[in-house]
């Protein structure tokens, strides 16, 4: 895979199955319009895939419970996404909303005639929306914000306390009109999910309906016809995906945690009966093994069932958990799919499952489950495999204090002696998995062997794994990925001789960490996105108010004692600084300050800037921007190694 092939990463979204009919919306690079394009198709059951429809950017099929009608999101050239509904056995598409800043994923009612969303909405004078007086305002000629809270702005969106996002019902069949938010500016919501009645819309929002500063959530329950909010679940932390079944049984994924140590907490299945006061949620699955993957979707009823994404060594598994399941092991949860492999999202109709699944050679395509019977329906990832991709080899290693320890090396073809790249994951409550990763493939296919690890600190290995590093960093996660690292140049064909160590976010920081305290393993290093400086980081990062004091500590001795820049002076190896200048996540001081401390100590260092991204540069940034980091990363280890 070269860094152009990007294009070829074609994703699919989360399908909608209703009866026969399956759609899903796809997602790819587009180079040249340096942007992503995508369209919805019709997935025949027979596996023929048939075009549905022919925007730039389509998205986000939901299909209303009669069967009807699809909604979808649709956003033309490079403007924000829009709702639009057209019926499934032809015609036109009909948009139905006109929003600044876009909507979010549509949610048909019971009734099949209404849809709930959210979508940010803008003060006047911001954001392109004209003032009070009808003026419009260039970005720098807008008012000073007034800030008074700590959870003010996040990466990757932006400012929330000037455009909220905020609850909207439009109704399919009722002329045009002005739409009015139901939800007021105070909080965000989130995950709208109809009652079974049609009467009310359940939403995620901030504990206390946004007036205290905190990361827990409850779940409220506003009124179809306009009212007020009421607390109706009140969670045990968190709540980010949910669902209610007609029994108005809430079932939910959460973490548990007391604030403000919310740190590493696997996140479990819950559920909660909804009545006349605030229901208290029962835990369905163990806290220690079982971390329910709510990034694949919501709960499904499934039967006496519930399907939940599940992360497990590097897997992302579709587990079954028995409705009256009491905090049940992972052993106890039916696999039903993602084996050595990763399921990206999944939904559920009658007796059938659709589910979008990732494997090394593939980004993703859509299977049909049906009893004991998998079939994969797309081959969407064919022109990439064409192109050449390297399989993943399992690799596992003891570390000092006798840990095991988890990963995967990628081998790039040809006899050897190849150079080794060891590449950190962020998080670092996250993990690696069995998917296709473009990082890998285009290193392994420049010839480079790629270690991959999911060390102490990362997710999908038990909650204790997670937690072990927790005012740890740089210990036993350090000592794992040189475990793996020994592990992986033990093979004849790897040049121990020949080694960088790269990373982003925390891998940015476990990078610096090693050049600093282990340097003499690596010829050379690349840092991106990173934290170097806990200090600073504290009152610049979007999240570093909160994520220090849990992780770290809150003491300013110990934050040092854990900031590779105060390092700083021991690395010796070439090092590459990349960073965003809209970094909000890791601000763009915390590569400036590394940078400038490497150069005053007379170490070979260079910085490179990407102008207009953010923290997620690698993962869905401008698609020139990703090959134009693609490139100077393969210059970069060409030069040293």
């Not at 909608?16 to 997602?27: E, K, P, Q, R, T």
């Not at 009109?177 to 999910?193: F, I, N």
């Not at 400086?533 to 979007?542: E, I, N, P, T, Y």
Request: aromatic share 8%; hydrophobic share 40%; glycine share 10%.
């Amino acid at each position: 895979m070269r860094p152009t092939d990007i294009e070829l990463l074609r994703t699919p979204g989360t399908p909608a199955l209703h009866g026969d009919l399956l759609l899903v919306g796809d997602s790819a690079p587009h180079a040249e319009g340096n942007t992503y394009r995508g369209a919805l198709w019709r997935i025949g059951l027979d596996g023929e895939t048939t075009q549905w429809t022919h925007g730039e950017r389509d998205s986000a099929p939901v299909l209303s419970p009669d069967g009807r009608r699809v909604a979808f999101l649709r956003a033309e050239a490079k403007a924000s996404p829009q709702l639009y509904v057209m019926p499934v056995d032809g015609g036109d598409a009909r948009r139905l909303t006109d929003l600044p800043l876009g909507v979010g994923q549509p949610v048909w009612a019971p009734d099949s005639r209404r849809i709930a969303f959210t979508a940010r909405v803008p003060e006047p004078g911001r954001y392109g929306v004209p003032t009070e007086d009808g003026e419009k305002l260039e970005p720098a000629e807008e008012a000073p914000r007034r800030i008074t809270r700590y959870d003010y702005r996040i990466d990757n969106i932006g400012f929330l306390r000037d455009r909220p996002q905020r609850l909207f019902v439009v109704d399919t069949d009722a002329p045009a009109e002005e739409l009015s938010p139901l939800t007021d500016e105070r909080v965000d919501v989130s995950e709208p999910t109809w009652t079974p009645d049609g009467e009310r819309i359940l939403v995620v929002a901030q504990r206390e309906w946004g007036d205290a500063e905190t990361e827990e959530t409850d779940l409220y329950a506003v009124p179809a016809a306009g009212g007020e909010p009421v607390l109706v679940v009140r969670s045990a932390g968190g709540v980010e995906k949910l669902t209610v079944t007609e029994d108005g049984t809430v079932w939910f994924i959460g973490a548990e945690f007391t604030w403000p140590f919310a740190e590493a907490r696997n996140p479990g299945l819950w559920s909660a009966k909804l009545s006349e006061g605030v229901a208290t949620p029962r835990r369905v699955t163990d806290a220690e093994t079982v971390h329910c993957f709510g990034g694949a979707g919501a709960p499904a009823v499934f039967g006496d069932q519930v399907l939940v994404a599940v992360l497990n060594r590097g897997a992302v598994e579709l587990r079954a958990v028995p409705r009256d399941a009491e905090e049940a092991p992972l052993d106890k949860l039916t696999l039903v799919a993602g084996e050595r492999a990763a399921v990206r999202s999944f939904t559920a109709d009658g007796n059938r499952i659709a589910a979008v699944i990732a494997r090394p050679d593939s980004a993703g395509d859509v299977v049909l489950i049906d009893g004991d019977t998998q079939r994969v329906l797309t081959d969407w990832s064919k022109p990439l495999r064409e192109k050449g991709t390297r399989p993943l080899e399992e690799l596992t290693a003891t570390a000092p204090d006798g840990y095991p320890v988890h990963g995967w090396l990628v081998r790039p073809e040809g006899e050897g002696p190849h150079p080794v790249l060891l590449v950190v994951h962020g998080g670092p409550f996250a993990a690696y998995d069995w998917g296709l990763f473009d990082e890998a493939q285009v290193y392994a296919s420049a010839g480079y062997a790629v270690v991959l690890g999911n060390p102490r600190g990362s997710a999908g290995y038990g909650q204790s794994h997670g937690r072990a590093i927790v005012k740890a960093f740089g210990t036993v996660d350090a000592d794992d990925l040189l475990a793996l690292l020994d592990a992986a140049l033990a093979q004849p064909d790897l040049d121990s001789s020949r080694v960088g160590v790269m990373g982003g976010s925390y891998g940015g920081f476990m990078t610096t960490w090693l050049s600093a305290h282990h340097g003499e393993r690596f010829r050379a290093a690349w840092s991106e996105r990173a934290v170097n400086a806990w200090d600073s980081m504290v009152g610049s990062s979007d999240i570093g108010w909160s994520f220090v004091d849990a992780y770290v500590g809150g003491d300013l001795e110990t934050q040092l004692d854990r900031s590779p820049l105060t390092y700083a002076d021991r690395i010796r190896i070439p090092f590459m600084v990349m960073h965003s200048e809209h970094d909000w996540r890791c601000p763009l001081e915390q590569a400036q300050r590394l940078y400038v401390a490497l150069k005053r100590n007379g170490t070979e260092a260079e910085m490179l800037l990407f102008p207009g991204e953010g923290h997620e540069l690698s993962r869905s940034g401008k698609p020139r921007h990703r090959i134009q980091r693609f490139d100077a990363i393969l210059d970069w280890w060409a030069r040293y190694l």
